[in-house]
């Protein structure tokens, strides 16, 4: 005996749900390996722009034109005293 119609329609249409709904899984699950990239990229490039700022600061304070000037020291030092 062959299918009747409607249950030849509704197992087209329950394809075409099983279609679509695989469909959706794939772009949701491309979706968050891509969330999850752009995330790690941002990250390193946040890290990146820190640690090129800090070495920039150290530098520029320690031996750049933002080093203090060495100011003389109040210590006593021996001079030369006459003797009679």
Not at 22 to 37: L, S
Not at 62 to 74: D, E, F, I, L
């Amino acid at each position: 005996m062959a299918p009747s119609k409607n249950q030849e329609r509704e197992a087209r249409e329950a394809r075409e749900r099983l279609r679509k709904y695989n469909a959706r899984q794939g772009v949701h699950a491309h979706q968050v390996a891509r969330r999850r990239r752009d995330n790690i990229l941002g990250l390193a490039g946040l890290l990146v722009v820190a640690a090129l700022a800090t070495g920039t600061q150290l530098y520029y304070f320690t031996a750049g034109p933002g080093m203090p000037k060495p100011a003389p020291s109040s210590s006593p030092s021996p001079t030369a005293t006459p003797t009679p």
